[in-house]
């Protein structure tokens, strides 16, 4: 066991300075040089039973991979963690790493390995050594239709055609990515990143038709099997009164046109979602809510308050104001709230109001939530009187709705959020990963 850890601190890159990253939507996050990155790297202790690797829904292997790392040898490092992930560039950036929350010493010290940081750090590391090959598949002469290409399709499509399948993605939107590209904000997930994996996807032959918006109860013909990743494309509304207000929009409206403005699409005046000089309310505590906030920011509002309907999360599961056992969450602060927000918790929303068609203002009460004697759901009652927030943009960011899937084929497997319901890119990745290999079971096992 390495025993590094008793001497070295955690050490994370940590984000550009506000006042410099505000004006740009360049990514946030710093990276350390490659002497602090292999030091970080020798903290993880290689433990007896590494937590880890089960957290990750991908079986990622941080203590074999951190080894290598520390050693500087970032071939090892790259084969090892590309093994259990067909795009660590993208979960290095993004993933919650939950094999940070796993990490014995995180349990011992609340300073874990700095795993996702490693992995994009050898990831890197191994575009800029030439370490991450193009490979051309020797073909097995059956063909594979993935529809839908965000994270899960993309993997599904590159182990289905690393196993010799000619594999056909189609796409609604112009570009692949998925949320990856037309969701995530670029402070978080620069799209050339995406790009570049793209491009090997593209010479390695898998074959993407974009623009092609697949009717699920009328799969193409002419494939043995189908992956369906589709996303979980229906936002969850608020339909309270004053909805139709303009000015009232779902997050992904702001989020997936800044991106494409940034991509270079040209949008009209009377179709720009913006927050230029305007008080923001952003309505949903998640993730999504928080990139709003940061994409507010850089387009110049003038305030951003958040609100959401739950309690605020504990600081970790041992805080004695968890309001239930095992709350789901744990309180979060990201790099958008670190630039500026009202953050409220246990708010209602009663109404949107406005003059003239257009939202000046959001009807909210203070809630509180008591046990259910029944032990269900807790119950929501008023605990202060109706106030009225004033915002001009407010945005929603509630989640989304699990979609409902045909009754499909034998041969058609699902993946990812379409699957699950909305979750992390590392899930449905992993998710990717599965379809791809039940597939590959399916089709030997009926020999089709
Ligand atoms: P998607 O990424 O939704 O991709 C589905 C694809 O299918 C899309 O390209 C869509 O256009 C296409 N499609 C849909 N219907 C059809 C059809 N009929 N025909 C053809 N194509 C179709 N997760 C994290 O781990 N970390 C984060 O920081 C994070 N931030 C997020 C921020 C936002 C704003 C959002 C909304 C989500 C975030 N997530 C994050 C969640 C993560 O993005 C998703 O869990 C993940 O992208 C799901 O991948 P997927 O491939 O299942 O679906």
Request: glycine share 8%; charged share 25%; hydrophobic share 35%.
């Amino acid at each position: 066991m390495n025993n590094k850890f008793l001497t070295i601190h955690r050490q994370e890159a940590g984000y550009r300075p506000i006042h410099d990253r505000i004006h740009d939507f360049g990514e946030v996050e710093q990276t350390l040089n490659s002497k602090d990155r292999r030091t970080q790297a020798s903290r993880c202790m290689d433990c007896g039973v590494p937590f880890c690797h089960w957290a990750c829904p991908l079986g990622n292997k941080p203590p074999e991979w951190n080894d290598a790392l520390s050693k500087g040898d970032y071939e090892t490092a790259y084969r090892l963690l590309n093994d259990t992930n067909d795009f660590p560039e993208f979960t290095g950036r993004i993933c919650p790493a939950l094999c940070e929350k796993a990490c014995v010493l995180n349990l011992m010290s609340h300073e874990p390995t700095t795993n996702r940081e490693n992995e994009a750090a050898i990831t890197e590391m191994a575009f800029q050594e030439n370490l991450v090959h193009v490979v051309q598949p020797v073909r097995n002469g059956r063909r594979v239709a993935v529809i839908g290409a965000g994270p899960a399709g993309l993997v599904a499509a590159n182990r289905l055609n690393r196993m010799g399948y000619a594999v056909t993605v189609f796409e609604r939107c112009e570009n692949a990515g998925g949320l990856l590209r037309y969701g995530i904000p670029n402070f978080k997930l620069n799209k050339a990143i995406i790009d570049r994996r793209l491009h090997l996807l593209y010479e390695e032959g898998i074959d993407f038709r974009y623009g092609e918006d697949i009717d699920l109860t009328s799969l193409p013909e002419g494939y043995d099997a189908y992956v369906v990743s589709t996303g979980t494309p229906t936002a969850r509304d608020l339909p309270v009164p004053g909805r139709e207000l303009r000015g009232v929009h779902f997050a992904l409206d702001m989020l997936s046109q800044q991106n494409r403005i940034l991509a270079g699409t040209d949008f009209k005046k009377d179709e720009l979602v913006n927050a230029r000089d305007k008080d923001v309310l952003v309505i949903g505590g998640g993730d999504t809510g928080s990139d709003c906030i940061g994409t507010a920011h850089r387009q110049g509002c003038r305030s951003v308050t958040q609100i959401e309907i739950m309690p605020k999360p504990p600081v970790g599961p041992d805080d004695p104001h968890n309001p239930w056992p095992n709350y789901p969450r744990t309180f979060k602060t990201t790099s958008s709230h670190e630039e500026g927000c009202t953050r409220r918790w246990n708010v209602n929303t009663l109404e949107f109001i406005g003059k003239d068609g257009r939202l000046t203002g959001v009807k909210v009460q203070e809630i509180k939530w008591k046990p259910n004697p029944d032990g269900g759901r807790p119950i929501m009652e008023p605990a202060g009187k109706p106030e009225v927030i004033k915002c001009e943009l407010a945005l929603l960011a509630m989640g989304f709705v699990k979609p409902e899937m045909p009754q499909f084929a034998d041969n058609v497997f699902t993946a990812g959020d379409a699957a699950t319901g909305a979750s992390l890119v590392v899930r449905a990745m992993a998710g990717g990963r599965k379809a791809a290999a039940d597939i590959d079971n399916y089709l030997n096992a009926t020999n089709k």
